[in-house]
Structure formats: C-alpha cells, structure tokens
C-alpha cells in the first residue's frame, strides 16, 4: 500500500515550499528531519517517493541516497535536492531519479511529480488494457501491476515493472537503451545510458532469485529476452 512523499530536511522554508507545491498537485507529505526516521519509515511502509535535501549543509546526501535505495530495494523513486552540479551529483549517485540542483528549478520537480504519477497502478487511471504476458516461468499482470516467478512474488520498482512490460510485449527483439528510455521514462527526465544499465541490473537480479537469467545483454546495442512472449 502506497503512503506518503517522504520529505527529508532540516530546512523549514524549503519543506513549507515542497508541502505547498505536492499538496497543490494533490500529494500527501510527511517529513522526516532525522535519517533514523526517514529509513524506518521507507523499511514500514513503500512511500510513493522520496524527497532528501542533500544541499551542500549535508556532504553525505549521495550515501544517504544510496542507502535510500538499499532500505527500499530501489523501489522508491529519489529527488535529490543539491548545491552542487547534476553532473557532480550524479557521477557519485546514479542511481537517484532526478537531481534538483540550487536555485532550484519547480518544473524539473514537477516533471518527477509527473513521472510518479505515471508509476502509479494502472488502475488508479483505468488507462491499461487488461493483460497477462508470460515468458518461460515468469508472468506479468498488468491491471494488477504483478510479477511471478515459478509462483513466488517479485517485487520490483514502478520502473523495473515498466521495463520488464517493454521487454515482454515485444520479446525477441533488442531493445537499445535510448529505446528503453523512450518507453520507460516520463518525456521531461534527463537519463543517462548508464542509468539504464544500473535499472536492467536490478531487475535481473530481482528475476534471478527465482530462476535463471532471462534478459541477453546484446553488448553496445541494448537488451532482449531469450524466449518469445505471449499474451493471455
């Protein structure tokens, strides 16, 4: 069950700023102003994001976003709010979703608002077709935005869900990673190729609890399935 954007600082004029503008685009908030509270919130309950002020008052933010992603299982999507440059920042976090950098730019927050709403289950817009796809022993259900593996539950980002429903509707063909972001990513996101990469990596690992590797890394072109898919 989804809750609420976890805004993480010590700021009180940038948290009144975030709350107005999330409560404006009809998000619940809640803030967390120590570390503690906000990794015991992510372990609880699967947030619909995270928001951490990494401003240069705070030199760990990139650890703290990497243990963000450790505690979620890089489920939860990050916006990293940064004095340094999104370059720097990301070299050393690549993880993050979107890196706000000083003097912070609103449509750069409203292009990531815009993408979790789009990583919201299909249900909540009635925008999907009702589908099941299975490759091998893997099975994908749309409408209720489920993996299984050989019967066990695989629980993967809104993102890794998107790139495994790509990969499974069109098996068979290689998929190249400006492909992939064309298809995965909200159209206003920044994403580097490598981010791709590190997302693919997570998702095999995910699937790869439960079975063997499915994904073939065709290497400097992108990624396929072994196996052709059908749907039900």
């Not at 730019?105 to 909540?124: C, E, H, M, Q």
């Amino acid at each position: 069950m989804h809750a609420d954007v976890l805004i993480y600082t010590g700021d009180p004029e940038l948290f009144l700023l975030l709350e107005y503008i999330l409560k404006a685009e009809g998000f619940p908030v809640r803030l967390c102003v120590h570390e503690t509270e906000l990794l015991a919130a992510i372990r609880a309950e699967e947030p619909l994001a995270v928001l951490a002020d990494c401003s240069d008052s705070r030199p760990w933010g990139s650890s703290l976003c990497l243990r963000i992603g450790e505690e979620s299982g890089d489920r939860v999507p990050v916006a990293a709010f940064t004095n340094a440059s999104r370059e720097e920042f990301s070299r050393n976090t690549p993880a993050v979703d979107a890196v706000i950098c000083s003097p912070y730019d609103p449509s750069r927050l409203l292009a990531f608002l815009k993408g979790i709403r789009a990583n919201l289950p299909y249900s909540r817009s009635g925008a999907a077709p009702e589908q099941i796809y299975r490759h091998a022993d893997i099975e994908l259900n749309v409408p209720s935005v489920r993996v299984t593996r050989n019967g066990h539950a695989v629980y993967l980002s809104a993102l890794q869900f998107r790139l495994l429903l790509h990969l499974m509707r069109m098996p068979g063909i290689v998929h190249s990673r400006d492909d992939l972001i064309a298809a995965c990513w909200p159209c206003e996101a920044e994403v580097e190729p490598r981010t791709v990469d590190i997302h693919i990596g997570h998702l095999r690992r995910a699937l790869n609890r439960f079975g063997p590797d499915v994904i073939r890394t065709v290497r400097s072109v992108g990624y396929a399935l072994d196996a052709p898919n059908q749907p039900l």
